[in-house]
Every structure is written in C-alpha cells, then in structure tokens.
C-alpha cells in the first residue's frame, strides 16, 4: 500500500530527474549548435586492412659467433722466452713463428746426438772390415788345411813305400824315387815358408790372432823336418840299405801319421775359426743398430730444438697474447690463444626441433652488433649429445665471408617450426604504454577508434596480433601525429 510520504517522496525525486534531464537537453542543444557552427577536423592516414594470413611459425635461438678453429699455444719446453713476433689482431699463416725461447742447452743436446751418431757410423765401418777380412781368411785357411791334409796323406803313402823299398832293398827306382821325394818335400818347405812369413805379417797387422803364426811355425817345422828326410832317405837309397835305413823309414812312416794328424787337427781349427765369421756379422749388425739408435736420438734432439720456436698451426689471427720476452715458459702454460677458419654462429637447439635442420640447411641469422642485418647460414655441424638438464644439442652455422663479423658476437637464428594461420599487423601500426598495446581502429564512419590488443612474436612479416582485431578491421599505421580515440580520420592518398 503507497502512503502519501511514499508519493511526495517518489514526486519529489521525478522533479530532480526532470530537472537535471532539462538542464542536460540545455547543453547538449548548446553543444550541438557549437559543433554546427564549426567545421569537423578530418587528420588524412595511412590505412591498412587486417587480414589472415599463411606465415611460418619460427623459433629464435641465440648463439655466439665463434671461429671453426681455436688453438692455445704453448711450449713443450721450459726456457727464457727470447721473443714474441706478434699482437692481438695480428694476422697469422700456417708454419709462421710467433714465439721464441732460449735455445742454448737444446742446441748442445743436438750437437752431443750428432757426435755420438757419427762415432757409431764410424764403428760400424770398422766392423764391416773385420768381418771382411774374417771371412776372406777363414775361407782361405779351410782350403789351406785340407790340402795339408791331402798332403799328408800323400807323404804317409810316400813313407810306407819308401819303408817297404828299404826293406827290399834299394833299387835304381827308389833312387830316383826318393829324389823326387827330395823334390818334393823342398818344395813343401818353400811353401811353409810362404805362409809363415805371411802369418807374421797378418799378425804384426793385428788381423789374425797369434794362434795362426803358430800353426804356421809347425808347419814349416814339419816341411822342414820331411825335407831333412826324404835327403837322408836319398842318400841311404844311394848307399843301400842298412838296418839304420829301415829304422829311419819306419820312423818316416810315423812323423807322416803325426803329420796327418796335425794336418787334420789344423783343418779342425780352421773350420773352427770360420765359426767366428757369424759372430763378426753379429757385431755388424750390432753396430748397425747403435747406429739407427744414435740417428733415433739425434732426431729427439733436433725434434726438441723445434720445441724451442712456437709456430702458427694455421692461418688465422691472433686472439690474445699472454706472454713478453723475458718471461719463463714451462710446458702447458698458455702463451697465444689464436683462431682461425671460418665463423660460425653457434646456438643451442630443443632436441624436438632437431627433425627441422640437417646439415647443410640454411636459416636466416641476424647479428645485432651489425645492426640487425640478416645473414643466411649453413649447418655445418650438430653435435651427437644434448646438454644434461636443458636435453639441447650444440647447432653450427657456417656463416659467409664478412670483414664486420667477429668472433663472440651475439647472433640468433630463426627457425622454421610450421606453417600457420596468424593475423600479422605492420609494426608501426601498435605501440606500448604502461605494459599494453595499443591501435587505432578506424569504424566504418571513419572514426579512429582506441583499441588494447595482445601481440605475440615479431619477425619479418610483421607483428602478430592474437586478439584485439578481426579479419577485415581497418587500423592507422605509419606516422600517426593528431590521431586520437574519436578523431575523424581518411585514408591518406599516395
């Protein structure tokens, strides 16, 4: 049930409502009458049509550029670094000498290996002569020794006839026998004398031992002693025989039998010493081996002298030098970092993009300290293992010939992912203002329009936009001076 404070009430607020809606009606017909007296400003823009488009979907990897090769240069010897031929930044060619040491003692190491090297060459010279001679020799003496065996033989043969003569009785044959006989055994002893004079020499020249000389006497005794036989065994054959003359042959017949046994004794030795021939090829090859073993040290020797000049492994430059003459090198510690070979962009990759690149494929890399140009690099190497924990594998671009590009620079590379549907807008077109992204959308009237939008990656084609817009939207893009949310606004003609 209304009662009447509830209608003065509800009046009393309808009145308030009039009155404000009279005083509203008043000024809006007075803002409408200024707006009529004044002519609409229209700012001329460049438009642009939102539209879906087909793009790649790419992934941005960093990386650094570094050079294919790097080396730490170091001494394999400690010594009193001499000089240092180079800078950073200097330009460096395979084989060329950067570092030098002290070289004294290495220099007296090589000289040392050369002079027992040489000594060595000298000893197996000598050992080829003795084992020359030794065999000459030996051959000689075995030939020698079986015909004084042969010989002797034949004299046995000679005294057992002249025995049975003896006890026969002489004859004009045995005469003229025994003085071939005589003949004979002077020819021996002529022979005997040879080679004992012969011996003598070989021994006085150190090439035989004395053992042979005496040999050599007692076989010329021994001629010498048949000799003196075989003219008593003429002249007994002359006088006839006597009982003196049997025992004399037979005592002929005995010194031959000795003869033959001192002949044999001596061939014996002879093959004895030809034994010693293998052992003079064993000093040979003795000597032989000293001798590849001193050239094996001398080559140590020069190899370490090498040690003593420190030379580019390649062509590159020098990245940073670490040590000044006067300073004490020792093995392992750093004196040039150096690199060399192509640059490359290296960057890591999630191991699910990895069907996406093979070696040999080409991406687009940019490097921001050239100012965002975009450079095109080859996959020229990826490695087999990921990183523990991230599970990425190490990716390098081969990057083209370039004299702005250093190595350490930052670089990134763009991926291809997929194909996708994206809406992409001209980057000019939205700008930020406290963490949101803006546009001007213009309505079909040609107002412009403040419009919040989300944005995703940026890349060549544009900006994504992922919500705030649709397919067909009009947007201002380029310089935007004047424009504002309800400006009038038309398309600027080209």
Not at 473 to 485: E, F, L, M, N, W
Request: aromatic share 2%; proline share 2%; charged share 20%.
């Amino acid at each position: 049930m209304i009662t009447n404070r509830t209608r003065i009430q509800f009046f009393s607020r309808s009145g308030l409502v009039a009155a404000l809606a009279a005083v509203l009606v008043g000024c809006g017909s007075k803002q409408e009458a200024k707006q009529h007296s004044t002519e609409p400003v229209v700012i001329h823009v460049q438009l642009h049509t939102v539209a879906i488009t087909l793009s790649p979907e790419e992934f941005t990897a960093s990386g650094t550029v570094r050079a294919a090769l790097n080396a730490t240069l170091s001494s394999k010897v400690m010594g009193r670094v001499t000089s240092v031929f180079v800078h950073e930044g200097d330009s460096i060619h395979s084989g060329q000498q950067l570092v030098s040491l002290d070289a004294r003692e290495l220099e007296a190491a090589v000289a040392i290996a050369r002079a027992g090297h040489q000594s060595t060459t000298v000893g197996v010279g000598n050992a080829k002569t003795v084992a020359e001679m030794e065999s000459g020799t030996s051959n000689a003496r075995i030939v020698q020794a079986e015909a004084q065996v042969a010989q002797a033989e034949s004299a046995l043969a000679m005294a057992s006839a002249k025995y049975d003569l003896a006890v026969a009785g002489p004859r004009k044959q045995e005469v003229t026998q025994s003085h071939l006989a005589v003949v004979e055994a002077e020819s021996t002893l002529k022979l005997a004398l040879v080679e004992l004079n012969r011996m003598k020499f070989l021994v006085e020249a150190g090439a035989i031992a004395r053992r042979e000389l005496d040999i050599a006497q007692n076989r010329y005794d021994v001629a010498k002693g048949r000799r003196d036989t075989t003219l008593q065994g003429e002249q007994i054959a002359r006088e006839g025989t006597r009982t003196q003359d049997i025992r004399a042959s037979a005592e002929a017949v005995a010194q031959a039998k000795s003869a033959i046994q001192q002949a044999k004794a001596g061939l014996i030795q002879a093959k004895a010493a030809a034994m010693q021939t293998a052992v003079r090829r064993k000093e040979v090859e003795v000597a032989q081996a000293q001798v590849e073993q001193s050239a094996a040290a001398l080559r140590a020797a020069q190899v370490g002298l090498s040690y003593a000049n420190v030379v580019a492994p390649f062509d590159g430059k020098v990245v940073q030098r670490r040590v000044d003459p006067g300073s004490m090198a020792s093995p392992g510690v750093a004196l040039l970092d150096v690199e060399g070979g192509a640059l490359r962009l290296e960057a890591t990759v999630p191991e699910d993009l990895l069907k996406k690149i093979h070696i040999g494929s080409i991406e687009p890399i940019t490097i921001d300290a050239l100012g965002g140009v975009s450079l095109s690099g080859r996959v020229s190497e990826i490695l087999p293992q990921a990183e523990r924990g991230t599970h990425s594998y190490l990716v390098k671009w081969q990057l083209a010939p370039d004299r702005k590009l250093r190595s350490g620079m930052f670089g990134r590379v763009r991926i291809e992912v997929r194909t996708a549907r994206r809406m992409m807008i001209p980057p000019s077109a939205t700008w930020e203002r406290d963490g949101l992204h803006y546009v001007h959308a213009v309505d079909s009237d040609g107002t412009a329009r403040l419009r919040i939008v989300t944005v995703g990656q940026s890349d060549v084609l544009g900006t994504e936009v992922l919500s705030g817009l649709n397919s067909g939207d009009r947007i201002a893009v380029g310089k935007q001076q004047g424009v504002s949310d309800g400006t009038r606004v038309e398309a600027r003609k080209s």
